[in-house]
Nanobody, 112 residues
Framework: VQLVESGGGLVQAGGSLRLSCAAS????????MGWYRQAPGKERELVAA???????KYADSVLGRFTISRDNAKNTLYLQMNSLKPEDTAMYYC???????WGQGTQVTVSS
């Protein structure tokens, strides 16, 4: 499975971005997927995850601000990010949590 993220960029605090992750292959719909992020000098952390059935979970730091979703017909994973904060600045990666595939990442920078 190949994963390609897009949608990152520079945004002011309080703004919004929507990340997309396009997946190749036919196993997307049966895979649990996740968004992770890694800031400079910090460990990679799970931001949000979604099961093949659509159940979701979030890191406490993004709960109520970020929404993960998936469109199985388009083989695409999304992360809607609202009320962005400078501490959300990081490289964001999508991952297939069942098969261990990772995208190359997309940079999100939130200015204060």
């Amino acid at each position: 499975v190949q994963l390609v993220e897009s949608g990152g960029g520079l945004v002011q605090a309080g703004g919004s971005l929507r990340l997309s992750c396009a997946a190749s292959g036919s196993i997307f719909s049966i895979s649990a997927m996740g968004w992770y992020r890694q800031a400079p000098g910090k460990e990679r952390e799970l931001v949000a995850a979604i099961s093949s059935g659509g159940s979701t979970k979030y890191a406490d730091s993004v709960l109520g601000r970020f929404t993960i979703s998936r469109d199985n017909a388009k083989n695409t994973l999304y992360l809607q990010m609202n009320s962005l904060k400078p501490e959300d600045t990081a490289m964001y990666y999508c991952a297939d949590r069942d098969f261990g595939s990772w995208g190359q990442g997309t940079q999100v920078t939130v200015s204060s």
